[in-house]
């Protein structure tokens, strides 16, 4: 397992935006893949995006492309999750997981894929 830790969760208003961070260390960083979940109050968690930290290729569930942008700034060994136009249904917590990987597909929204989970951060958008 690595290390993983998230924060930027907040309170804010349905419309506003939030970026969340999850610092990692200890590890090649350019060897992984970063995913990020949310998982709501009852709910199953649910894939967001993920980045291959290697070549920085992206990818999206439907719910929230063009919404939410992911990034990572190898230097610091962290990856952002920028969160635009936020909904009161995306009142979550919110995870990041790390596998080793060069490449991220459909398959790194499922959250079996990873071996190492942060704490999490709490989202809470209202209406």
């Known amino acids: 397992e690595v290390p993983l830790v998230e924060s930027g969760g907040d309170f804010v208003q349905a419309g506003g935006s939030l970026r969340l961070s999850c610092a990692t260390s200890g590890f090649h960083f350019d060897d992984y893949a970063i995913g990020w979940f949310r998982q709501a109050s009852g709910k199953e968690r649910e894939g967001v995006s993920a980045i291959s930290n290697g070549d920085c290729s992206t990818f999206y569930a439907h719910s929230v492309k063009g919404r939410f942008t992911i990034s990572s700034d190898n230097a610091k060994n962290t990856v952002y999750l920028q969160m635009n136009s936020l909904k009161p249904e995306y009142t979550a917590v919110y995870y990041c997981?790390?596998?080793?990987?060069?490449?991220?597909?459909?398959?790194?929204?499922?959250?079996?894929?990873?071996?190492?989970w942060g704490q999490g951060t709490q989202v809470t958008v209202s209406s």
């Open positions: 997981a790390a596998e080793r990987s060069h490449e991220v597909g459909r398959l790194f929204l499922l959250p079996l894929v990873y071996g190492s």
